[in-house]
């Protein structure tokens, strides 16, 4: 139960559990910036080809989407703590597996069969961590602990793609994914030193042992009762069909048109990586003072400026400031779509409804890579980019015509942003 907000309360850092979570994971994510550059470079090292990688993504993507469907449902059924050690304990053999093959030479076909395994158990850590952090902290404390959170990921970020361009160009790819797989036994190690609320039950708290399926309709069913959070899943699925693919993309942009190395690669997602460390920062002061409506649709707007910018950018340096730009509206829009599931959704529920957004919300992703990726090889990145940038401007006025417009501010201790309304309701 959330404990009413008081003068007395120690900050998050002095908050012992908190600090062991966000150690651990912030560790995690600095591993993770290994493979985020790597896996791209290893696929256009070995061919040569953006339509390879964005494949690659896709199909990754299709597995992430399927793992969703069910993984609110093993969230909610289950200790959340003990999914999380074993997703982990997952990816670190299986991203073992890739650098121990490829020393006898480069296995592509590999990737294809263990990057959509890891990004199945992804997908079931990422639902699990989401609603941990309801687990974590008080109500009331939902969009500073997830700014802290992302804000230190990010932070790491930084540093990751730089020492991971380096790592590539020195000692290939490769070694930059075993620098990957090691970083998942520090964050099943930090989980195990941790323990997490009990899971709120609510009255309303039925049908917790039907089939997956139905369980799964359950989250599904809330999400699209609730008028916000319905509007968010459909524009939302927009914009990730149109961005999907960015990052592979700006890495094609940065090799082939701006004749960069993977070290000039590794510094400018390094680089740019601040911008998201940024709109962590930002997000709880700018949602207290405009309100969730105006900083979303603010945020994606200035997000579709960004792409399209990249598109027509000629050199790295502008690259560079334009990807931090638009990580850092992705960061403010995207921390507070989910602190407001995160506030207004019944703790029973949480994992559901996290499962069925981002299914719903990923379903049109794996699909946006490979159009992407393949229209940049055919028709230039200038091109591509300018399209997907115009097609994020349309989300963000798409946003001016439903509730999210009209969703109001940072909610105060205690309380929620939104009540679940019915089919057709109004936010109020």
């Not at 902290?137 to 932070?155: P, S």
């Not at 964050?187 to 009990?198: F, T």
């Given at each position: 139960m959330s404990r009413p907000a008081g003068t007395g309360r120690s900050s998050l850092w002095r908050d012992r559990t908190f600090g062991t979570y966000w150690v651990s994971q912030s560790l995690s994510a600095a591993g993770d910036a290994f493979a985020y550059l790597a896996v791209p470079l290893l696929v256009l090292q070995a061919t040569g080809s953006v339509a390879r990688m964005g494949l690659l993504t896709a199909v990754a993507g299709a597995a992430s989407v399927v793992a969703g469907i069910f993984g609110g449902v093993l969230v909610d059924r289950y200790d959340r703590r003990t999914l999380m050690i074993a997703a982990d304990l997952a990816r670190l053999v299986l991203y073992a597996l890739v650098p121990l093959a490829w020393l006898a030479g480069p296995q592509v076909w590999l990737l294809f069969?263990?990057?959509?395994?890891?990004?199945?158990?992804?997908?079931?850590?990422?639902?699990?961590?989401?609603?941990?952090?309801?687990?974590?902290?008080?109500?009331?404390?939902?969009?500073?602990?997830?700014?802290?959170?992302?804000?230190?990921?990010?932070?790491?970020?930084?540093?990751?793609?730089?020492?991971?361009?380096?790592?590539?160009?020195?000692?290939?790819?490769?070694?930059?994914?075993?620098?990957?797989?090691?970083?998942?036994?520090?964050?099943?190690?930090?989980?195990?030193?941790?323990?997490?609320?009990?899971?709120?039950?609510?009255?309303?708290?039925?049908?917790?042992?039907?089939?997956?399926?139905?369980?799964?309709?359950?989250?599904?069913?809330?999400?699209?009762?609730?008028?916000?959070?319905?509007?968010?899943?459909?524009?939302?699925?927009?914009?990730?069909?149109?961005?999907?693919?960015?990052?592979?993309?700006?890495?094609?942009?940065?090799?082939?048109?701006?004749?960069?190395?993977?070290?000039?690669?590794?510094?400018?997602?390094?680089?740019?990586?601040?911008?998201?460390?940024?709109?962590?920062?930002?997000?709880?002061?700018?949602?207290?003072?405009?309100?969730?409506?105006?900083?979303?649709?603010?945020?994606h707007t200035i997000c579709g400026c960004a792409v399209a910018g990249v598109g027509v950018a000629t050199s790295v340096p502008a690259v560079t400031a334009l990807t931090a730009v638009y990580l850092c509206c992705l960061s403010i829009g995207g921390i507070c779509s989910m602190s407001l599931r995160q506030e207004i959704t019944p703790d029973h529920l949480l994992g559901r409804v996290t499962s069925a957004f981002w299914s719903t919300h990923y379903s049109l992703g794996p699909a946006g890579a490979a159009v992407l990726t393949w229209s940049a090889g055919r028709y230039g990145v200038q091109a591509v980019m300018l399209a997907a940038g115009a097609g994020c401007l349309l989300v963000a006025i798409g946003g001016l015509s439903t509730p999210i417009r009209r969703a109001g501010a940072e909610p105060a201790s205690g309380q929620r942003v939104l009540r679940p309304a019915p089919a057709g309701g109004s936010t109020g």
């Open positions: 069969v263990v990057l959509p395994i890891c990004e199945a158990a992804g997908m079931v850590f990422q639902v699990a961590a989401v609603t941990a952090v309801r687990n974590l902290v008080d109500a009331d404390r939902i969009t500073e602990a997830n700014g802290r959170l992302q804000a230190t990921y990010a932070a790491m970020a930084v540093l990751g793609p730089l020492l991971a361009g380096v790592v590539s160009a020195r000692f290939g790819p490769a070694t930059a994914i075993a620098v990957n797989a090691g970083s998942f036994a520090l964050s099943a190690a930090g989980l195990w030193l941790i323990r997490l609320r009990p899971v709120e039950v609510g009255d309303d708290a039925t049908g917790l042992r039907q089939r997956p399926l139905a369980e799964f309709l359950a989250g599904a069913r809330f999400l699209w009762r609730q008028p916000v959070l319905r509007a968010l899943t459909v524009l939302l699925s927009v914009f990730i069909f149109l961005t999907y693919g960015f990052t592979d993309v700006l890495i094609y942009h940065v090799t082939h048109d701006l004749g960069g190395s993977e070290g000039t690669v590794g510094t400018v997602l390094g680089v740019a990586a601040l911008g998201t460390v940024a709109g962590a920062l930002l997000v709880a002061p700018l949602r207290r003072r405009r309100g969730f409506g105006v900083t979303w649709i603010s945020a």
